[in-house]
């Protein structure tokens, strides 16, 4: 299936990232078009918020008739330390 082995190399990130450091992921954007993610995640990068691009997170909510193709930015957030 098209697109399968970049799907699973991501959970794989995501998945190494929580064993790393504790913490949640924080929905930062959602948008319907395409353009304006990208514009969002280049502000991002150029205003220096995601260093790390493990940290960033993208979602694609695949649409059909009653409901369109949503986008969502999410920033993975560490807990810190002696927190619970």
Do not use: N
Request: aromatic letters at 8%; one cysteine or more.
């Amino acid at each position: 299936m098209p697109g399968q082995r970049k799907r699973k190399r991501s959970r794989e990130r995501a998945h190494r990232r929580a064993e790393d450091v504790p913490g949640r992921w924080e929905p930062l954007f959602s948008t319907q078009e395409h353009s304006e993610l990208k514009e969002y995640v280049r502000r991002l990068h150029a205003e220096g918020k995601v260093t790390d691009p493990t940290h960033l997170r993208i979602d694609m909510f695949c649409g059909r008739l009653v409901h369109p193709t949503t986008y969502r930015v999410s920033i993975y957030v560490p807990v810190p330390e002696g927190s619970a």
